[in-house]
């Protein structure tokens, strides 16, 4: 069975910077991208940003400039978000995705999420 388990939210006031940490733990196989989404109340999920296996990001417009997603050198089953100069509308619940590939059949893995709440 496939865990993922998020770390790093908190509080930040605007302005700030927090690093939040996703690993993924159980029996992997096909990794094709991970990332992190995010849901503010009373509205849907959206993509922050993901890294593929292969290394390409692709970042939401909102977060560019100023989110880094990255992956831990020595295991592929974790990742980063580097989020700098947040803004109050950045202030979500945060959800770590792993997704796996094979034969053209996609399978995502959600992580419980980690509240990011930013003070103006």
């Known amino acids: 069975q496939v865990q993922l388990v998020e770390s790093g939210g908190g509080l930040v006031q605007a302005g700030g910077s927090l690093r939040l940490s996703c690993a993924a733990s159980g029996i992997i196989f096909n990794i094709n991208a991970m990332g992190w989404y995010r849901q503010a109340p009373g509205k849907e999920r959206e993509l922050v940003a993901t890294?593929?296996?292969?290394?390409?990001?692709?970042y939401a417009d909102s977060v560019k400039g100023r989110f880094t997603i990255s992956r831990d050198n020595a295991k592929n089953t974790v990742v980063y978000l580097q989020m700098n100069s947040l803004k109050p509308e950045d202030a979500a619940v945060y959800y770590c995705n792993l997704r796996t590939r094979w034969m053209g059949s996609t399978r995502d893995y959600w992580g419980q999420g980690t509240q990011v709440t930013v003070s103006s």
């Open positions: 890294l593929t296996s292969g290394g390409s990001t692709n």
